[in-house]
């Protein structure tokens, strides 16, 4: 028996320290019937766990939660779902509100929003960190947002506090139990909305905290360690966020921790180099916007690679080669939203990114829908990344898309490549081409009832090998291997992908 428990021990320390696939299950969605004047309506969530094979969007029951904006969840070590919350409250794995969390995040804002409308509207406002050396305690890390008056007694809102709530999941018969709430990590500061990120720190036990002051070139970074949050320090560097932002973007470390990137439409990109040991910031980086359209929603990720990082702005997606001199030599355009609507009404384009187990960038749309994109391959260089628009949703999600750091930083792989991938694409015009045979060995045929504007054959190394204005193409002399077609219309452009004998 001595043995047998010793086994048993030791699997569970090798489930701890290296599966940590606490990011395994994504809950995310909308109320089930809007009805502002009877708030109190059963709700639907989609719901993606990536144990399962192949991965697919799920349909969970109908629960009493406003899932707004503001997203996160947590497994354990092994990928078993423990709860999820809306910056509000907590729900358990029964979908059941945990023990003592009602009340997150106190205020007249969540006074408002939390009790009768939609949750927390702040895009990347939590995130939840296991606590070092410990599988039972998580800390939930959120941004407070209020309304106060100013030194002018005029009425001010925004975020003013970083706050934090400890999980216990031995508590409640393993559902678990909030036992403490609303920890100040910072007070009384003016925050940028969103942004808020973690990466392990050095040793890959410790965890720092990373957001920025509003309207200055400040970062805030907190150690947690198995005692708690130790230490806050602030760091002047680079350019404060431009007073336009409002929280429309988003932030993130590379895998590996080394880089931190923050874009927002209108400010246009940042990028950092991270000390692990020290947290600190050094090396900054600006790049424009290349898109100038006027539009809120963006969002930023790297690939798993680390080679390479994206960006998101409404209607187009952009790939920087990290490997090149300058961001802007890097830059090149992979996407181009389809224009198509939902509903006949809300833009199904490109809003925030995460890199998911999978190996993959997935892409949320920003308001209502039921659509979703992903970047199949982002550690290729190019359109070769292959972007896939219109992944179809059980149910209509509000925009938001739950924040995940990489727990497995210093302890395995970043992903798993042999994840089996979704299948349900939503049918849309990208599915309105033909393109055959396929394989080939020489001419092939491209169909669609759309006017076909141009068309530029890649290759797998991200080179353009032929470009043609004519449907039928004679790629005879191309040499065998993988080749990307992207087809230009005056409304966008789709890729398809073509093996050549």
Known sequence: MKKLLLITVVLLQVISVFAQKHDYHWINGEWYERNFDDYRKSWNINHLDFNDKPIV????????????????SMCDAAGNFLFFTNGCLIKNKMLDTMKNSV???????????????????????VVILPMPENNYNYYLI??????????????DRGVNALLYAKVDMSKDGGLGEVVEKNKFIIKDEKLDQGFLTAVKHANNQDWWVLVSAKDKNVFYRSLLTKNGFERTESQDIGEAMCPLAKGTGQACF???????????????????????????????RNMENPNKDYHIYG?????????????????KIYQIDLDENTLEEGLVEVATWDGTLFNDYFPTAFHLMQLAPDCRIHINMPGYGKHWHIIE???????????????ELPNTNRGNMPTFPNYRLGTGDVCDKNIVKTQNVFQSNSNDVGIHPNPTSETIHIQSSRKIDNILVINSIGQLVLESKSTD???????SGIYFFEIKFDFGS??????KE
Request: proline share 5%; glycine share 8%; with cysteine.
């Open 473 to 479: 193409m004679d790629i005879s002399s191309l040499p």
């Open 377 to 391: 391959h982002p550690d290729e260089k190019g359109i070769a990344c292959d972007v896939t628009q219109h992944i």
């Open 57 to 72: 969007f799920k349909s969970s029951q109908e629960i009493f939660f406003y899932q707004g904006i503001t997203n996160a």
């Open 254 to 284: 590379s895998p590996d921790g080394t880089k931190y990137a923050r874009f927002t439409p209108q400010c246009g990109l940042q990028l950092f180099d991270f000390d692990r040991s020290t947290g600190l910031l050094s090396n900054p």
């Open 494 to 499: 789709v890729v398809k992908k073509v093996v």
């Open 299 to 315: 969002g930023v990720a790297f690939s798993p690679n680390g080679r390479f990082l994206y960006f998101s702005h409404f209607d």
């Open 103 to 125: 009340g997150l995040n106190p205020g007249l804002y969540s006074d408002h929003n939390c009790i009768k409308y939609w949750g927390y509207d702040i895009h990347q406002g």
């Open 142 to 155: 959120s941004q407070r947002k209020d309304i106060w008056r100013d030194e002018n007694e005029q009425i």
